[in-house]
C-alpha cells in the first residue's frame, strides 16, 4: 500500500474488476432484455454458448492487461488499427461489401500513421541498442585502463 493509494498489478486488477464489470452487463441483461425476450416468444438462453463467450471476453481482457504490461497502450491501439483493416478487409472480400473514396483515403492515413508510429519505434531502439553498446565499450575500456594502471603498479613496486 502506497501513500496514494492500492498499488495492484495488472492480474490483481483485473480480478477486481473483472467482476463489476460483468455486473453491469449481465445484471440490465437479466432484469431488462430477459423478460422482453420471454414476452415474445419461447427465449431459453443458451448457457454454454454465454459461458465459453464469457470465458472469450475474460480472456480477451486478460492479453489486453498483458499486451500493455509489456508494451504501451499506443502499442495496443496501434494493434486495435491493424485489426480494423483485416475487419475491413474481410467484409470488402468476403461480405462484398462497399468501400468508398472517402473510406480509402481514411485507410490511408490510418496506415500512414502506423508506418510513420513503427519507423520512430525502430529508430528508438536503434538509438538505445547503440547508446547500450557505447556505454559498455566505455566500461571496457575503463575495467582495462584499470588493469593496466594495477599492473604498471605492481611493476613499479617490484622494482622498488
Known sequence: MSESGISLNPITSLYYVAPCCLAFLVVPWVFVELPRLRAVGTFQPDLFIFGTNSLCAFALNLAVFLLVGKTSALTMNVAGVVKDWLLIAFSWSVIRDTVTPINLFGYGIAFLGVGYYNHVKL??????????????????????????????????DNQA
Open 123 to 156: 529508430q528508438a531502439l536503434k538509438a538505445k541498442e547503440a547508446q547500450k553498446k557505447a556505454a559498455q565499450a566505455d566500461e571496457e575500456a575503463g575495467s582495462l585502463l584499470q588493469e593496466r594502471d594495477s599492473h604498471a603498479d605492481r611493476k613499479t
